[in-house]
């Protein structure tokens, strides 16, 4: 059946769901970055229903709705088909993430407006939970069985790429306008979520002109489609324990991989390093330009000597290389040592005076820029108390240095470390969506790999920042010691995946 | 190999009921309705927990089944994964 779907034919499959599946994760990403403003818009400080609201949207819709989304859906999928079930996680989406950006602040509407907005992220995580897998499979039914791997790798690439635009639209909006047009309650920051409209309304048109995966409308025709997808995924033995065997041996460690190559790298520079933002972004943004063909070369390559060895030497690298890569980005940052070179100050020093909340005592910040040689700059943040009661000295000032601005040659240092994390993404997310096709048969596939992967990505990779943050608290010293999560949970599934997996490619998905 | 996935098939189940051991106590050591990060909040250990809980559990499954000789030959067919 393979061999009569044309070149044309595959193309438009690929383009079709590839470009919906990046939209999709484009929309649950600007979310993300752009908490701190939505935060402070609908989650105002000081308002304990708003924070129990904004912890639900953050945790709950990676953790919970994913992978619900993916049961539901899943089933969907297997029970009407491929092409109407990603066609509705589109359109639901693109339409939460278009009604976000239209809610009033939390000034307007008062406390209507959290709860709308958690309401939405929950459609969001849910339509997320729905997407990947459909896109996955419906590619990988059309695909030959020599050029699976390479042909589903395009779907692997969208997470990346909805990272890469997301983050591209939110600097280009952010630098053509102040901070306070931006942050503002109408501001910059709605402009993401209204231009996501846009893109999903030619996708939509795009993958309305497709047609059903030809494996699923055999299927069909023949009458052979699955009466219940979620109990004979999860209820019989012969299908859960290779879902199983997908999760631990594959996914869980895929899943902190591609979350620390790409998040918590980011994070870490912006946090633990201190860049300033513009550099923090850009050597993003190179990385993933350099790292995201590799998706396509790890899945073409799958096709030739099987997925398996990929993935698990994309874990070991991991493992191997995190805390050297990392610790790097320390030492190339690291304070002490720039103010040993005598910085130079640079303008006036700016001093800004503000009421202590809930004290009639004052804050008094002085912000100093300095630089050095080799263009490198940063500011010097000293913070003190002014008491209000007379003869009570001032308190000691806190000192903090931010907005680094690394010299030229630390900065593509940076962007070549960081495209050797994301190389390592594209190493263990490049084959995996044809890893889990192969893994199960057409009529509960949708239901089977979507439950696994979005368990190895949303619960293990999301929880690298919360796992990471526990361990900082508990272990003060090593500033590295958050990294032993992901670094822990890689090297778990490198065993289960090395002793128990076959590199063995499945020529036949047709069953 | 099949006699070391059996034997790691223990090892399996016996980690999950250590990491739920782990989550449990790191909620009760961290939870602080005075404190503001997220490791202080009850309601991100409970959603943690609630969802780890299943997995952990699938963990067993998992061992359980190494341990079974379930996992000596991978199917080569969905015929297979019938029976």
């Known amino acids: ?511 | 190999m099949n006699a070391v996935k059996k034997i790691l098939g223990i090892v399996w189940l016996l980690l999950a009921p250590v990491v739920i051991y782990f989550l449990v106590s790191g909620a009760i050591t961290h939870i602080d309705p005075a404190g503001k990060k997220d490791i202080n909040n009850p309601i991100i250990w409970v959603i943690i927990i609630a969802i780890f809980t299943p997995i952990a559990i699938g963990l067993m499954i998992f061992g359980w089944y190494a341990f079974k000789g379930e996992y000596d030959h991978l199917p080569e067919s969905s015929m297979e994964l019938e029976n």
């Open chain 1, 1 to 511: 059946m393979n061999s009569t779907i044309s070149a044309k034919t595959i193309r438009s499959v690929i383009a079709a769901s590839s470009v919906g599946t990046m939209i999709e994760w484009y929309d649950f990403y600007i979310f993300g970055m752009l908490a701190k403003t939505i935060s402070t818009q609908f989650f105002p400080e000081g308002n304990a229903t708003a924070a129990l609201l904004s912890t639900l949207a953050i945790f709950a819709a990676g953790f919970i709705v994913r992978p619900f989304g993916a049961l539901v859906f899943g089933r969907l999928g297997d029970l009407i088909g491929r092409k109407y079930t990603f066609l509705l996680t589109l359109v639901l989406m693109g339409g939460s993430t278009f009604l976000i950006g239209l809610i009033p602040g939390y000034k307007t509407i008062g406390i209507a407006a959290p709860l709308l907005v958690l309401l939405l992220r929950l459609i969001q995580g849910l339509a997320l939970g729905g997407e990947y897998g459909g896109a996955a499979t419906y590619v990988a039914e059309h695909s030959p069985s020599n050029k699976r791997g390479y042909y589903t790798s395009w779907i692997q690439t969208t997470a990346t790429l909805g990272l890469f635009v997301a983050l591209g639209i939110i600097m280009l909006i952010k630098l053509n306008m102040s901070d306070e047009s931006f942050n503002a309650e109408w501001g910059g920051w709605r402009y993401p979520f209204w231009i996501s409209i846009l893109l999903v309304a030619v996708s939509v048109y795009i993958r309305l002109k497709m047609a059903e995966s030809p494996l699923f409308s055999k299927l069909k025709a023949e009458g052979k489609t699955s009466v219940n997808p979620l109990k004979e995924s999860f209820r019989h033995k012969g299908n859960f324990k290779m879902v199983l065997l997908a999760l631990f041996g594959a996914v869980m460690g895929q899943g902190v991989i591609w979350y620390t190559g790409q998040f918590y790298a980011q994070n870490f520079l912006e946090t633990k390093c201190n860049i300033e933002f513009e550099q923090s972004r850009t050597i993003m943004l190179w990385a993933i330009a350099f790292a995201t063909p590799f998706f396509l070369l790890f899945g073409w390559l799958s096709d030739k000597i099987g997925r398996k060895w990929i993935m698990m030497a994309g874990m070991l690298l991991g493992i191997l290389t995190y805390r050297p890569i990392f610790s790097v980005f320390l030492k190339n940052t690291d304070i002490v040592e720039w103010k040993k070179e005598d910085p130079s100050p640079v303008g006036e020093l700016k001093v800004k005076r503000e009421a202590v909340k809930h004290s009639l005592d004052s804050a008094v910040t002085y912000t100093q820029v300095y630089s050095l040689t080799d263009n490198r700059k940063f500011s010097e943040i000293k913070t003190d108390t002014l008491f209000s009661e007379d003869g009570k000295p001032v308190a000691s000032a806190k000192v903090a240095y931010q907005n680094k601005h690394l010299s030229t040659s630390t900065y593509w240092k940076f962007v070549g470390l960081v495209f050797f994390l994301i190389l390592y993404v594209t190493m263990v997310y490049g084959p995996v969506a044809a890893f889990l096709v192969e893994m199960f048969p057409t009529k509960i596939r949708y239901t089977s790999m979507s439950l696994p992967y979005h368990i190895g990505n949303g619960v293990f990779g999301g929880l690298v920042p919360f796992i990471g943050l526990l361990l900082t608290t508990t272990y003060p010293k090593d500033p590295l010691v958050g990294l032993w999560y992901p670094i822990g949970i890689a090297t778990l599934c490198l065993i289960i995946g090395t002793i128990y997996l076959t590199n063995k490619i499945d020529k036949e998905v047709n069953d």
